[in-house]
């Protein structure tokens, strides 16, 4: 057998071994996170013990991110491929749906999926259950794939021990694989990471569409925050950022409405003001409403805007409504509703 023969026969073999690695790493990922829904007597390791750090923060520091790091790219795949599936176009997958009627995978690789994914195990999984369920298992995945130095889908304890920076005052990087080393024999696969990734993942935390609706919230919030830093500032360019181009300002003081470009205009004046130290201006929010998705959001609330000029202090309660929209660059107001003046006390009353 020439030389030649003899290499392409070994690469053929590497590249049949890695294709059956793959289909199993696939195959494997379907069942895993299955047994999140079973009882924790599964292992003597899932016992719980209060003076343990907290399954959160072990995740936190082997650098899961779970839904705060779901990018609106990844949220808008899952999105696309779970209408794909909701046939009736109810906002939900069915048994029938994705487990009968799917067309990848096998029938028993799809209930294990669909399992894992239904949190409330009510037979349907939701739109939010569906996207937390595959920002929490792509990550785990990837994470658990970083430190298989050698790609043969196994992460053994002296991988885990190089690529995990575990803080040893607060965890015991030991007792730590060992608890996601279910079947004890000193190597991780993602069956078994999963399983328990996926229970800690939920452990103790609010049903999915509660937890991506606080993650929209979160994103307004430092929004929000980011358009008081602007008025503060005097940052004309950054206000206008924040805006549609072809946004829309409602006034009910004139019963009117019109492009959110001309007022700009009229309110650059007043943040070349601010500039300059020639007045002072801050601007604050306060929601009793806020509602959306991954893309829009309806928030309603009162803003309170104070100026500072030639030493005359001015400071308007506004009830005000906006709907917002999300693209790559962020969220932009489409729509402000600067509805009627309100009081100090409406202000008062409302929470931070």
């Known amino acids: 057998m020439s030389l030649k023969t003899i290499v392409m026969t070994q690469k053929a073999s590497r590249e049949h071994h890695m294709k059956q690695c793959y289909l199993s790493y696939m195959l494997a990922c379907c069942f895993a996170v299955t047994g999140q829904h079973m009882a924790t007597a599964q292992s003597p390791n899932h016992a719980s013990d209060p003076s343990e750090p907290s399954p959160g ?4 520091r082997l650098g899961a991110r779970m839904e705060a790091g779901l990018s609106l790219e990844q949220h808008l795949a899952y999105l696309r491929h779970f209408d794909r599936i909701d046939m009736d176009h109810d906002g939900h997958h069915s048994t029938a749906e994705y487990i009968e009627k799917g067309a990848y995978l096998t029938p ?7 399992q894992a994914a239904d949190e ?18 792509d990550e785990a995945k990837d994470i658990l794939l970083s430190m298989d130095e050698d790609r043969d889908m196994a992460v053994t304890w002296s991988e885990f021990q190089t690529h995990t920076d ?6 015991s990087k030991i007792a730590v694989f060992d608890q996601l080393d279910t079947n004890g024999d ?46 503060q500032e005097g940052d004309f360019e950054g206000y206008a950022a924040t805006c549609h181009g072809e946004g829309v300002l409602v006034s009910g003081a004139s019963n009117t409405s019109y492009p959110l470009a001309h007022a700009l205009v009229r309110w650059e ?31 309603r609330g009162i803003f309170r805007y104070e100026t500072k000029k030639n030493q005359e202090t001015t400071v308007d309660w506004i009830h005000f409504e906006a709907l917002l929209v999300k693209k790559a ?12 003046a309100a009081g100090e006390h409406e202000w008062q009353a409302l929470q931070p």
Do not use: C
Not at 166 to 171: A, P, R
């Open 120 to 137: 409330n195990g009510d037979a349907k999984v939701s739109r939010a259950e569906y996207v937390l369920n595959r920002a929490i298992t």
């Open 186 to 231: 000193r190597s991780l696969i993602i069956p078994e990471f999963l399983r328990v990734w996926g229970r800690w993942a939920r452990q103790g935390q609010a049903p999915a569409n509660v937890r991506l609706d606080l993650k929209r919230e979160q994103e307004l919030d430092r929004f929000w925050q980011e358009i008081s830093s602007t008025v």
């Open 269 to 299: 004046k007043g943040f070349q003001d601010t500039k300059s130290g020639a007045m002072q201006a801050s601007v604050d929010f306060k929601f009793s409403h806020r509602m959306g998705d991954a893309t829009t959001a309806h928030e």
């Open 57 to 60: 923060l072990i995740l936190k």
């Open 108 to 114: 028993q690789a799809r209930r294990g999926i669909f």
């Open 166 to 171: 575990l803080d040893s005052s607060e965890f």
């Open 329 to 340: 660059s962020g969220w932009k107001v489409l729509m402000e509703y600067q509805k009627s």
